[in-house]
């Protein structure tokens, strides 16, 4: 399947997908040695590694100036994510069995989240996840999974080994203004990420700061 540049609207052509019409391909026609999970940004320690799926695509809910959804300019990522979601749908064996190889295989990873783009989208989803939490933590117990989310399955996803962030909350999501974060914050007895209200030192996430591996309410400041 080719990924040219986009000539139209990234929202346009990720509302014009759906978790139906996703076409099944083979990795091997999109990347030569395709791997699920990537090194996040230089605010992410070495020691993480993360999936991702298309946005919009699998969340419910748009968020005004998504950040994901800019990422999706680039046509790597476009394809990247494309892909993990069509595995993701039709061939969730197989891309288990990937992804618990990559860390098991990893020598620096101690934490892997769960979509940085994306969302929780069918129950067949999550038990796929909780079979590699399960197959993880056989070889080593010691790697945390986290994932932030906006869907109904918090409690499902904690019953089988994820730190779950809310990202939803009755009314608003766990992003705002400074102002309104630190009033989130005390509401809630949260903790607001350090990486979102001011330069961080490289590596800043996951090292110095593991909040969102380890707490459920943690608050971002709009950047």
């Known amino acids: 399947m080719k990924f040219a540049k986009l000539k139209t609207n990234i929202i346009d052509w990720l509302k014009s997908i759906s978790i139906d019409n996703i076409k099944e391909i083979s990795?091997?026609?999109v990347?030569?040695?395709y791997k699920p999970l990537d090194r996040g940004n230089s605010k992410l320690a070495t020691n993480i590694l993360s999936f991702s799926l298309l946005p919009l695509v699998t969340c419910k809910f748009y968020c005004q100036g998504c950040y994901d959804v800019r990422s999706m300019r680039y046509t790597s990522v476009r394809a990247k994510r494309y892909l993990n979601t069509s595995m993701a749908i039709h061939n969730q064996n197989k891309l288990a069995n990937m992804i618990i190889k990559q860390i098991v295989?990893?020598?620096t990873c101690e934490f892997v989240r769960i979509h940085v783009g994306g969302d929780f989208f069918n129950e067949s989803y999550i038990a796929m996840w909780q079979y590699?939490?399960?197959c993880v933590h056989v070889e080593k117990p010691n790697i945390k999974f986290y994932t932030y989310t906006k869907t109904e399955y918090t409690e499902?996803?904690?019953s089988i080994g994820i730190n779950v962030v809310k990202s939803k909350y009755k009314d608003h999501f766990n992003f705002s203004?400074?102002?309104?974060?630190?009033?989130?914050a005390e509401k809630y007895n949260g903790f607001i990420c350090p990486a979102t209200m001011g330069k961080v030192p490289n590596g800043f996430c996951g090292s110095k700061c593991k909040a969102c591996m380890t707490r459920e309410n943690v608050?971002?400041?709009?950047?």
């Open 219 to 223: 608050f971002f400041v709009e950047h």
């Open 31 to 33: 990347f030569k040695n």
């Open 156 to 158: 499902k996803l904690k």
């Open 177 to 184: 203004s400074l102002e309104n974060v630190q009033q989130m």
């Open 132 to 134: 590699i939490v399960g």
């Open 105 to 107: 295989n990893s020598r």
């Open 27 to 29: 990795p091997e026609k």
